[in-house]
């Protein structure tokens, strides 16, 4: 009898939520925006709708690296930068063009933007975007100035920010800022750790780029990487995937020479495409990656 009730109440309360489940048919709530103190007046921000961004409290304002995904996150972003300082937020840093990094640029109060700076084929990729008129909004922040290589940007006096490229990678206008001081780089979408990276290649990323990009990344001056979709990682962080990627490169490498098919190869990784995905909206597996820049002529 007291197991029937246990399941009778297992069962009221699951029956409970499914009701609740659909009388709320709200999207789920992004989890909350937090700060975290990465070295000195270097801080990231987890959690709100979109990717980590960060911030860097200088002498006359702030410097902040990439947006949330949506305009209230990235207010909730300004409102946490307020409560540790009363400066402007003087300049933005764009590692690159996805939504989850700038779509909620504008929640940053633009009159006290002097300066909002990105890889200049990721200005590219967002004047495209924002030709779309949902995001017309979108277009008073696109970048003021743009950099092809290497950048230093004395952001308000004090504090030195390299900008780097080192070529395609998750698409082909990353870019990394590293605090040298610090020894800390904000590295955008050049390192996902715990899932395959995701290469872009519809906006020019390649999984070999990515390869020479990681090589670069560990001849920084740095300790400590902030990605996009991650916590703060270390050198063996990024040594690790650089050897998963380059062995993995290696193998596909020589099942193409053998003649295997892209199916073959898929299925020898134990690769299972979702069903029903829509071509365009498909996220191909960094096999199907690897095997394309490895056949297809760009
Ligand atoms: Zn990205």
Redesign the pocket.
Known sequence: MKKVMRRMGFFVFFGLIGINALLCQQPQQPPPVTVQQVKGNIYMVKGGSG?NTGFVIAEEGVLAIDAKMTEESTKQVVAEIRKLTSKPIVSVVIT?S?G??VNGLTGFPRQEIRQIIAHEQTKKDMEEAFKDSKMEALRAYLPTQTFSKDLSVLIPKTCLADLKHFGPA??SGDAVVFFDGEKVAFI??LVFIGRDP?I?RQKGGTSFGSVDTLKKLLELNADIYIS?HNDPLTKKDVQELLTSMEDKQAKIKSMVQEGKSLDDIKKAFGIVDQPGAAAGRRRPSLVEVIYLDLTEKK
Do not use: V
Request: hydrophobic share 15%; glycine share 16%.
């Open positions: 990717a690159h996805d989850d990094h998750h698409t955008g979408d995701l872009h996009g």
